[in-house]
Structure formats: structure tokens, C-alpha cells
């Protein structure tokens, strides 16, 4: 069975950084692409950032090119997203997804 279990999330100031960590189970982590998406409230899911299975072909929403960082550690079955200059409008449930699954998400808020 597939698991995707996220943590990270919290209560941010607009400006400051949160390190979302995605921890998996039940399926060949290393040989997978694996992505962030969020929902903000009353919104649908939005596309954030996708990697390759082997960390390479990065790539990022243009909302959030730039400020976002996507790695993985395939040794620890874990994928992260790094946020930098977090904003208002980053505010969300943030999920991370196989191809065909998602976890629980965690969430993010950005306020002052």
C-alpha cells in the first residue's frame, strides 16, 4: 500500500521559511517522479513542483520559481520542499503525490 505521510507545516510571517518533508512507504521510492501540489481554501489543487526519480528535472509553478526547492533523498524514502520568502498567497494544504496517490497534506500559513 501506498503512503505518503507530509509534516512540516505550520504558522508562518510573510518573508520566512518552511522545510515541508514528505516521508513514503510501499512502493520503489528511487524509481518514481514525485510532486507538491496544494489547495488553498475554496480552491482547487494547484501543480508546485516535480522531480525526477533520481532528483533530476526539477521544475516549479511560476508562482513559486525562484522562492521553492524540490529534493529528495532516495536513501530515506523522503521528499522535501524547501520554502523561501513564503507569501500570503502561499497559504494551503500542501500534498505530495506519486502519479497516482497523494498523502494527508499539511498545512501552511502564511500571516502576519
Known amino acids: 500500500e501506498v503512503r505518503l505521510v507530509e509534516s512540516g507545516g505550520g504558522l508562518v510571517q510573510p518573508g520566512g521559511s518552511l522545510r515541508l518533508s514528505c516521508a513514503a512507504s510501499?512502493?520503489?521510492?528511487?524509481?518514481?517522479?514525485l510532486s507538491w501540489v496544494r489547495q488553498a481554501p475554496g480552491k482547487g489543487l494547484e501543480w508546485v513542483s516535480v522531480?525526477?526519480?533520481?532528483?533530476?528535472?526539477?521544475r516549479y509553478a511560476d508562482a513559486v520559481q525562484g522562492r521553492f526547492s524540490i529534493f529528495r533523498d532516495n536513501a530515506k524514502n523522503t521528499l522535501y520542499l524547501q520554502m523561501d520568502n513564503l507569501k500570503s498567497e502561499d497559504t494551503a494544504v500542501y500534498y505530495c503525490?506519486?502519479?497516482?496517490?497523494r498523502g494527508q497534506g499539511t498545512q501552511v500559513t502564511v500571516s502576519a
Open positions: 510501499g512502493f520503489t521510492f528511487g524509481l518514481y517522479r
Open positions: 522531480i525526477g526519480p533520481g532528483g533530476e528535472n526539477a
Open positions: 503525490a506519486t502519479d497516482e496517490a
